[in-house]
């Protein structure tokens, strides 16, 4: 699951718009598909330590 940082909506990777359209190479950043904010690709170090720390969620 991507949080938008912008308006807090929770959505799929997939539900997500992916690529920014601008940048003309396959763009890693997801689109809220609500407010179309531009949510930066999510380094995996933080899905890690989303799962050591996201036990009590
Ligand atoms: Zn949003």
């Known amino acids: 699951m991507i ?22 190479k396959p763009c890693r950043s997801v689109r809220c598909p609500r407010c179309f904010y531009e949510n930066p690709p999510e380094p995996a170090v933080v899905k890690k330590l989303k799962k050591v720390f996201g036990k009590n969620s």
């Open 3 to 24: 949080r938008c940082g912008y308006c807090g909506h929770e959505f799929a990777e997939e539900e997500g718009i992916k690529g920014c359209g601008k940048c003309g």
